[in-house]
């Protein structure tokens, strides 16, 4: 344990004899008697960790925690306290402080909790890293798609992904904040709600990351001649568990002596995919005394010999406001689940087989969308 660490207590027998201690331990010590004095210390040195008594003349320790996580909020602060001052130790808990010692301070006392400020630095750390690396990563997606020109609005597709990415980065430190405090607390609740954000946000990345990657498929489709019902079994054989999970009806409606037509069944896939997923969470976000829902569908064809494929639900449904703006980049209804990205590639694999999508909802009446597409797919650049 190296570095700077200002150590604040109005008496100077215990800066001096903690002050040796926490040389003896590796750390350039600076001491002051007030709060006073210790800010003036903290402005010039920017010490990663301050040491601070609860009780002083003047300022005492609790106010001085205060003004150092506001300008300073990446400061750990550990809390002297004698025995009789223990309420206001917990307290400084709520305010961010790292950890509290009891007077007379023991030698394993003093390394423990410095040894969980240097945690909570690294994993500080390493949270700013991981996402700084994210967000090179995103940046480097959206370049590939700019060049390729598949975004028009550049300004609205950055926008996006900075939004997408500020809301996984913000719930990343929102779960390592709880997983603290479970360790500070030995709180089990604590630990397991801290690791469910953490968890999650990491499953959101995952999501980013091959939303991402798919989009940048959808230049090398593959147009084949193929039965059209081939992909909506696929994803229904795919999904039937998921919704069955649900409690969900999934059902498929195929129309007999359909004609084999041309079409990338992949991206074709991807498209029912990511319908019967989005129909398939809204059918979970229901009141769950509305559950008993069914997803549908359907492949038919025109006399022309379109193909048509419609996915309809009777789940929550969406108004007319959220309606126009499902297409839109980034969009979503999903919350902190989704990316927004879904429904801009099926949309944009529709249009790049010359075909067209259509919605039409009702709130609390369900939702469908119909994928239309010609017999011969022509690829738009």
Request: proline share 3%; aromatic share 4%; with cysteine.
């Amino acid at each position: 344990m190296t570095g700077d660490i200002l150590l604040v207590d109005d008496e100077a027998g215990i800066r001096k004899v903690l002050g040796i201690s926490l040389a003896d331990l590796g750390y350039t010590v600076h001491t002051a008697e007030n709060a006073a004095n210790a800010l003036e210390i903290i402005e010039a040195v920017r010490p990663p960790i301050t040491l601070t008594d609860i009780k002083m003349p003047g300022m005492d320790g609790i106010d001085l925690l205060k003004i150092i996580k506001k300008r300073y909020p990446d400061t750990e602060v550990i809390m002297l306290t004698g025995h009789g001052d223990m309420d206001l130790a917990v307290e400084s808990l709520k305010f961010q402080a790292t950890d509290f010692i009891t007077k007379p301070i023991s030698e394993e006392a003093l390394t423990v909790a410095l040894q969980r400020a240097g945690e909570r630095m690294a994993m500080r750390s390493q949270l700013r890293a991981y996402t700084q690396n994210l967000e090179r990563l995103v940046e480097e997606k959206s370049r590939q798609l700019i060049e390729a020109e598949r975004l028009a609005a550049v300004g609205e597709t950055v926008a996006g992904l900075s939004h997408t990415i500020k809301n996984i980065a913000g719930g990343l430190d929102g779960g390592v904040f709880v997983l603290e405090k479970g360790i500070e607390l030995e709180d089990a609740g604590y630990l397991k709600q801290g690791w469910a954000l953490v968890k999650g946000n990491v499953d959101r990345i995952k999501t980013l990351s091959l939303d991402l990657l798919n989009f940048a498929k959808t230049d090398r489709l593959e147009y084949r001649l193929v039965d059209p019902d081939m992909p909506a079994r696929e994803v229904v054989d795919l999904m039937s568990a998921r919704a069955r999970e649900h409690g969900v009806d999934l059902m498929l409606k195929v129309e007999p002596a359909l004609s084999p037509a041309q079409l990338d069944p992949a991206g074709i896939h991807q498209c029912l995919l990511n319908l019967i997923t989005n129909a398939i969470d809204a059918c979970i976000d229901t009141d769950p005394d509305e559950r008993g829902q069914r997803i549908t569908i359907s492949v038919s064809q025109s006399k022309a010999g379109k193909v048509i494929y419609q996915v309809s639900d009777t789940c929550c449904g969406m108004d007319k406001h959220t309606k126009s703006r499902l297409f839109q980049r980034f969009f979503t209804t999903k919350g902190d689940r989704g990316t927004g990205i879904g429904l801009m590639l099926t949309r944009t694999i529709v249009h790049r087989h010359n075909g067209t999508i259509e919605v039409t909802s009702q709130p609390g009446e369900g939702s469908c969308f119909t994928i239309t597409l010609p017999a011969k797919a022509a690829h738009i650049t």
